[in-house]
């Protein structure tokens, strides 16, 4: 898969292409509403707290953004409080109960573990393998 996100990782650069590439990866970013010149196949909505008031002069703003984005990808994977929050109508949409426990994914803090507990669901329906094999040795396995 190519990358791009909006930092430098740990393992990883921030950004690499292979026009090869099955997939393309990309931290979309709603500064600018930059967000919403992309129609994903796939989107993970991590959260939706009110940010960037230079962008969007109220929360209703942004969370219409947030449900313009939501509308303009063929499937969603986010957390029950977000959907609500952005008033998210979608047909092909993977919501999550806001209290799944993540305490067995092995990272640092619980917004990094829910965010990699919607990774980790969004692998599985890409790739249609059972867990262990997503799993793998990465910093998700559960033990």
């Known amino acids: ?8 990782l740990e393992f990883a650069p921030y950004g690499k292409y292979n026009a090869e590439s099955k997939y393309m990866i990309y ?5 600018d509403k930059n967000f919403l010149n992309f129609n994903s196949e796939l989107s993970i909505i991590t959260t939706a707290d009110y940010d960037h008031p ?3 002069p109220d929360k209703d703003s942004y969370q219409q953004a947030f449900n313009q984005f939501a509308k303009q990808s063929k499937s969603v994977f986010t957390w029950q409080s977000v959907a609500s929050c952005i008033q998210m109508q979608h047909s092909n949409a993977a919501v999550f109960s806001d209290d799944e426990d993540v305490s067995s994914i092995h990272l ?7 965010n990699g507990f919607l990774a980790f669901n ?3 329906k890409v790739t249609d ?4 094999d997503i799993l793998g040795n990465t910093m998700l396995s559960r033990q």
């Not at 640092?108 to 829910?114: E, V």
């Not at 393998?129 to 262990?132: A, L, Q, S, V, W």
């Open 122 to 124: 969004l692998l599985k």
């Open 129 to 132: 393998k059972p867990d262990e």
């Open 1 to 8: 898969a190519s990358h791009l996100v909006g930092t430098e």
């Open 54 to 56: 230079d962008t969007y």
């Open 27 to 31: 931290e979309a970013c709603e500064f």
């Open 108 to 114: 640092l803090g619980n917004a990094i573990r829910k």
